[in-house]
């Protein structure tokens, strides 16, 4: 069962929307189970996220997650949205079936995924993304399916 925060992002998700001209984008998900996460990220000069849009194709939980995922991190320095955790979100979110955890994953990586857009187009490197790839979000998903 959902919690009423999670209903309350499904069904009036925020930041939904693309941002033309983002300075980061990620795309991650699993074809498989059908949940595909896009985050796109307007950053400003001091590196902190001004604006931050989602469009995911997926699941009431993969929306939630991802609706969650971009408020946790809008306003916050680059730094600070690295270091989000799919278990911010889900305890954000108030909690999620152990069968949906994987959303919580997925928003985390789709964040990740994004600023490692930035910091490819900027030249620069963000801490916590030294060994990041944005192509092992796959086997990520994959491994964490239903655990919490």
Known sequence: MYTEKVMDHFRNPRNVGEIIKADGVG??????????MKIYLKI???????DVKFQTFGCG???ASSSMATELIKGKSIQDAVELTNKAVIEALGGLPPVKVHCS????????AALYDYSQKHSITIKG????DPHATDDIHDHTHGEE
Not at 44 to 50: A, F, R, S, V, W
Not at 105 to 112: G, M, P
Not at 129 to 132: A, D, K, R, S
Request: charged fraction near 25%.
């Open 61 to 63: 939980s993969a929306i």
């Open 27 to 36: 795309e991650v998900g699993n074809p498989t189970c059908g949940d595909i």
């Open 105 to 112: 994953v997925l928003a985390e990586q789709a964040v990740k």
């Open 44 to 50: 400003n000069e001091d590196q902190i996220i001004e």
């Open 129 to 132: 993304l030294e060994n990041y």
